[in-house]
């Protein structure tokens, strides 16, 4: 399965101002996912990234909050905009493996928003 | 809209004996079923995934499917305490992203 990096791996922000999460893959996959973990609950997935085209938000999400890049077939970015302390959560992204098998995750960012 | 259910625990069991972990789904499409550990503060790793209808094993871990009830389980042998997790059900369907569910708290006590 395919091996993630992703940092930072925690930082501690000021409201109001943005984030940019990194995620690196060691090989080229087709899709890639971000997904936000409150504290005590479950992945709810922030948007879908293609690379090539515009990327997919689920609702609730919107572009101007969580604007994500997906430069190569390896790489994406998601930015955290303009945070509040409601944006404290863990991110996440992930990548679908081949023949449905499940998603391999990277390692996570801690957000904190103060 | 695809939801998956799951008893949020914790479900605390003694070392040793057999936890099982149940997950109920809503869409009749789904086609692949998956279980996730995850440890306090890191990310889910995949431990199980199965398809067909009835057990898959995997050394103390046994996948059960019935997709006429729309259920799918997972017990854990001899458990241990270092089980102790949140175990996460997800599906997947065509080609939407995986749900997934709440996550069960497992408790194993030594």
């Known amino acids: 399965s395919a091996v993630i990096s992703q940092k930072p791996s925690r930082d501690i922000c000021q409201r109001g101002t943005s984030l940019t999460i990194q995620c690196q893959v060691d090989s080229q996959v087709t899709m890639m996912f971000w997904y936000r973990q409150q504290p005590g609950q479950s992945l709810t997935l922030i948007a879908t990234?293609?690379?090539?085209?515009?990327?997919?938000?689920e609702s609730g999400f919107v572009i101007d909050k969580f604007p994500i890049s997906r430069p190569n077939l390896t790489f994406s970015t998601l930015t955290v905009s303009n945070m509040s302390p409601e944006d404290s959560s863990i991110y996440l992204c992930?990548?679908?493996?081949?023949?449905?098998?499940?998603?391999?995750f990277g390692s996570g960012t801690r957000l904190t928003v103060v | 809209q695809k939801e998956v259910e799951q008893n949020s625990g914790p479900l605390s069991v003694p070392e040793g004996a057999i936890a099982s972990l149940n997950c109920t789904y809503s869409?009749?499409?789904?086609?692949?079923f998956f279980w996730y550990r995850q440890y306090s503060g890191k990310s889910p790793e995949l431990i199980m995934f199965i398809y067909s209808n009835g057990d898959k094993e995997d050394g103390r871990f046994t996948a059960q499917l019935n997709k006429a009830s729309q259920y799918v389980s997972l017990l854990i042998r001899d458990s241990q305490p270092s089980d102790s997790a949140t175990y996460l059900c997800?599906?997947?369907?065509?080609?939407?992203?995986?749900?997934f569910g709440k996550g069960t708290r497992l408790s194993v006590i030594a």
């Open positions: 992930s990548v679908g493996g081949e023949a449905n098998y499940g998603y391999t």
């Open positions: 997800a599906f997947y369907s065509g080609n939407t992203p995986l749900v």
């Open positions: 990234a293609n690379q090539g085209s515009e990327a997919t938000y």
């Open positions: 869409d009749r499409g789904s086609q692949s």
